[in-house]
Nanobody
């Protein structure tokens, strides 16, 4: 069993920064991909940023250049550094981990960008 627990969400003003972290525990062997998705009210869940075991990354076009995804060498933590935040970034952010047999999700953390 794999558990993902997010932290670091909150309220931030436009133009501000925020860092999300996700602690991964359990049977993490063969974890292929980790990262973040988000879901805004009334919208579908969308990819934000993911990082693979070889270190390659993939970002949504709307966050490229503003967000950075990273993970530690043990693959027990994945983080999302968010800068120059915009009101459109307001959403529940979900940690994500992909394994050969199934995907796992965290419970989500709210990020609100508002003045």
């Amino acid at each position: 069993q794999v558990q993902l627990v997010e932290s670091g969400g909150g309220l931030v003003q436009p133009g501000g920064s925020l860092r999300l972290s996700c602690a991964v525990s359990g049977s993490i062997f063969n974890n292929n991909l980790m990262g973040w998705y988000r879901q805004a009210p009334g919208k579908e869940r969308e990819l934000v940023a993911v990082i693979s075991r070889d270190g390659s990354t993939n970002y949504a076009g709307s966050v490229k250049g503003r967000f950075t995804v990273s993970r530690n060498n043990a693959w027990t933590t994945v983080s999302l550094q968010m800068s120059t935040l915009k009101p459109d970034d307001t959403a529940v952010y979900y940690c994500y981990a992909a394994f050969p047999n199934r995907d796992y999700w965290g419970q989500g953390t709210q990020v609100t960008v508002s003045s």
